[in-house]
Every structure is written in C-alpha cells, then in structure tokens.
C-alpha cells in the first residue's frame, strides 16, 4: 500500500532556531502533498498546500514567512517552521496524494520548542 | 467553507455495536473518509466512501451516507478494546487538487 514516512518523528528545538520537517511519499508519486497541524485534544488544522515545482498555497491565518514549504520532487516535500517559538509546538501531519481521490498521511513530526 | 462536525465521545461495551455520527454542509463533497488515530500517532485511512453511494461494507466497518441530509455514519461491529481511538470523519472535493476538511474527532471508549 501507499506509505508516507515523515523525519524526524519528534524534535525538541530551543526558541529562535529553526526546524526542517521532511515529507515522502516511499512508494508513489505525489502530485501533491498537504500540511496540518493538529493542537492537542483537536483535530487537523490544513496549514497549505503544495505542488511540486511550484509555490505553496496557505491557509488563511498561516504565515508563509514562518512556515516555509518545499516541495522538490513528486516524493519529498519540507515544513520549515523558521525562528520557533513554544507556541509553535504541536504534531505536524503531512499527507501525499497521487491523485484525486484520497490522500495517505504520514505519522506525524511531534515538535516541541522549548 | 465545508464544516464538518461530529459529536466529541462515545462509550460502548466491548462486544457492542459502536455507531459514530457525522454531519457536513458541503454539498458537493465528493469523498467522505473516516480516520483512526491512536494517541501519540498519526492518522490511518480506515475507508472512505464516494457521495454516488450509500453504503460501503469493509470487514467489521460499515459506513452510510445519507446524501440529502449530509449524514455520513461510521458502524464498527463487535467493537474490541483495541478499537478505542479517536474517529475522524472528513469531508473532500474534487476538482484541481483534493481539499479535505476534518471533523473535531470522536473519542470512542471501549469497556472491557
């Protein structure tokens, strides 16, 4: 089956670094590939959306500034969350999709800034 | 936009049959998915069911759509311990690329 693999599945990062969150899809091609974000005891939060070789789409609300998205390849997209604060701590969930008609999520990047 | 809503708990008897309820207002959604998180993991596609039909039968699950009332319902028969989770529901269209909107969850709580 389909198999979306995200690195690191956690990291701890002091405030003002940055933090690169990696997306593959392992075994298709993902035309594109989303990010969410989901606080603690609430569901998913869409935070953008990327096509490869082109510029991400944000949800309202999400800072592209902050939230840098990469998608390079039809397998590899990154979340760069950029000078982290604490409240920037949550579970990153990326997703990949080979077409139209359903998405595969990866397990998730749990990000806790200190 | 699409909201999708679910109610936040649900308690069964392990045995039981466990029925989760869902509502969306977008009417053309074209796939409604169901996901399963465990605490601490990511989300697993338990099914999904195109808005062309009313029911799908996948092992123990069973899901039924009422496209008029925009009701999607998830059935788990003879709910084990190992299925106490967090249910998504969520809601997608077509069209360029797929936009899902996710449901708050239910928590299912299976009693031994």
């Known amino acids: 089956g389909a198999v979306v693999s995200q690195h690191p599945s956690w990291v701890i990062c002091k405030s003002g670094t940055s933090v690169k969150i990696e997306c593959r899809s392992l075994?298709?091609?993902?035309?594109?590939m989303f990010w969410y974000r989901q606080f603690p005891k609430q569901s998913l939060m869409l935070m953008a959306t990327s096509n490869e070789g082109s510029k991400a789409t944000y949800e309202q609300g999400v800072e592209k500034d902050k939230f840098l998205i990469n998608h390079a390849s039809l397998t590899l997209s990154t979340l760069t969350v950029t000078s982290a604060h604490p409240e920037d701590s949550s579970f990153y969930i990326c997703?990949?999709?080979?077409?139209?008609?359903?998405?595969?999520f990866g397990p998730g990047t749990r990000l806790t800034v200190l | 936009g699409e909201d999708v809503e679910q109610s936040l708990f649900l308690s069964v008897r392990e045995g039981d049959s466990s029925v989760i309820n869902c509502t969306y207002t977008d009417s053309s959604s074209t796939y409604l998915y169901w996901y399963k998180q465990e605490p601490g993991a990511g989300l697993q596609l338990l099914t999904y069911i195109f808005s062309n039909m009313d029911m799908k039968q996948d092992q123990r699950l069973t899901v039924l759509l009422n496209k008029k009332d925009k009701h999607l319902s998830l059935r788990i028969a003879d709910t084990q311990t190992g299925d106490s989770a967090i249910y998504f529901c969520?809601?997608?269209?077509?069209?360029?690329?797929?936009?899902?909107?996710f449901g708050t969850g239910t928590k299912l709580q299976v009693i031994p």
């Open positions: 969520a809601a997608g269209s077509s069209g360029g690329y797929q936009k899902v909107t």
């Open positions: 075994d298709f091609q993902a035309t594109t």
């Open positions: 997703s990949a999709s080979p077409g139209a008609d359903t998405q595969y």
